[in-house]
Structure formats: C-alpha cells, structure tokens
C-alpha cells in the first residue's frame, strides 16, 4: 500500500506535507515528484533533442562529437548550447573520436627478455604503505624545439610523484634518471 494518497488528502485538507512525510518516513521532494509525474518541459526538450543528436551522431559514424554536433545543429536551426549537447551525449552514452597526433615511440627489441610481472597488474593501493609499489609513465611534450619526453615515477598509495627526469630522447637513460631522482626525493613517512 502506498502513503502517497494519505499525504494527498492531507494537503486538500489544507495542511502541510511536512509533518505527514515525516511520520511515515517518505522525503517531501519523493512526495511532489511523484505527484508531479509527468515530465515537465525541459525534459520533453531534452528528449527531442537527444533524438536529434543520435541522429546526427549516426549519421556521422560516431565520430562527431558534442562541437561538431552543435554546428550541424545550429546549421539546421535548432538552438542550444554546445554544453548541453554534451551534457545529453554524455547521459546518451555517445562520444566522438578524437583524433591523437602519432608520437614516435620505442621499438621493443624481440630478442631482448622480458621480465615477470610481479604485481599482476594489480595497481589497487595499500595505504598503509607508503612505497610500497611505484609505477611509472611518459609523458610526450611538444616545444619550439622538438619533442620532450618527460618520465616519473608515482608512488601507488600516495599517487605522489617520487623521481622524474627530462631529454630528448627515449632511450633507456631517461627512465634510469627518474629511478635514480627517486633516491634523494624524501619518503613521506
């Protein structure tokens, strides 16, 4: 049995919502949205408008995404901002393709041995333990000059970074540097 209809005939009656919600333990805002039921006008808009989207998404393969969206839609004469069709994209689901320059990279070297994955690719922190696992990454950053590759090493628990070193280059050095940074950056303990 629902109390909506009890809370109803309290408010005809003239009386506040206020105390009945309270004594049945059913929030005001529940109470009026449920008794609004319908959608108000705004939600019909985004409704239609997200059909237009899909549509538009579609028809562009996926690839579109919400600025691309926004032009064809303005082109076609519908108005609305450019973050609202990325806010209803985002709840529809629907991303565009992003086009990433190539960055040149190390080329492995087949004969070379790998080596055993000790933490089987379980990067979950134990915060208790402060060093207790590090990980590393580079980073590609473009200059007036060329490229420069930038490699850290982040401590697991505290996502702090402990050691990091520049160059030009990708070569073995860089990554030997930002270990050996590790070993005069303070622990946190």
Sequence with gaps: M?????????????????RPCELLKVS???FYARRAGTPG????????????ITAVHEQSR???GAPRIYAVLQREGTTCGRRRIARLMRVA?????HRRRQHPTTIPDPRAATRPDLVLR?????????????CGDITYLTTDEGWLYLATVIDIASRRVVGWATADHLRTELVADALQ???AAPTGR
């Design 93 to 97: 689901g629907l991303t565009g393709l």
């Design 62 to 64: 996926g690839t579109y």
């Design 41 to 52: 006008p705004r939600a019909v808009h985004d409704a239609e408008l997200t059909e237009q």
């Design 2 to 18: 629902t109390v909506h209809p009890f809370i109803e005939a309290e408010k005809r009656g003239g009386h506040s919502v206020k």
């Design 181 to 183: 940074a590790t070993s």
């Design 122 to 134: 379980d990067f979950r922190p134990d915060h208790s333990a402060t060093d207790a696992g590090w």
């Design 28 to 30: 005001r805002a529940s």
